[in-house]
């Protein structure tokens, strides 16, 4: 009886750790749902909106300007952000607020990318923090889930003549 016992639980212990390793490597290297906080983003994504993060492109090094994606925030390890890549590697970018006379440019180095978010009044963002290494993306954003009324692919960016090719 023990030992029917014991077969079971390590069973059972078996198949939790190898579905474990399954949810892992889906959520690490396919994607997974995020749910973003923050006005950040607004209006493309707004507090609470619900979002689907794909991996591969991180992994494939295929994000562009132009698109969403979550990221290590380089000031805080331990919380995501949601913001839009404006410049790639050796890519000229405003460093300076939109409101600013004055405006100031930089080149974005090798390895990294340049992050704002889309409501640049209300946005911490590579403006405040600099270029972002190009390891703390965790994924990109390819469709909005919730809410319902603006499920699907996400619109282009209001700020679009921020990242256009020079």
Known sequence: MLRHALGKTCRF?????????????????LGG??????????PTIHNSDIVFSESLSRHFYCIRKGDIVIAKSPNDPKSNICKRVIGL????????????????????????????????????DSRCYGPVPYGLIRGRICLKIWPLNDFGFLRASPNGHRFLDD
């Not at 749902?33 to 607004?42: A, H, K, L, N, T």
């Not at 000229?92 to 409501?119: A, I, M, Q």
Request: net charge negative; aromatic share 12%.
């Open 33 to 42: 749902i995020v749910v973003c906080s923050g006005p950040s983003m607004e």
């Open 89 to 124: 590697e050796g890519d000229r970018v405003c460093t300076s607020n939109p409101s600013d006379f004055l405006k100031s440019h930089s080149y974005v180095p090798k390895g990294h990318v340049w992050l704002e978010g889309d409501n640049l009044r209300n946005s911490t």
């Open 13 to 29: 212990l078996g198949y939790t750790v190898q579905y474990g390793c399954i949810a892992h490597c889906a959520f690490e290297y």
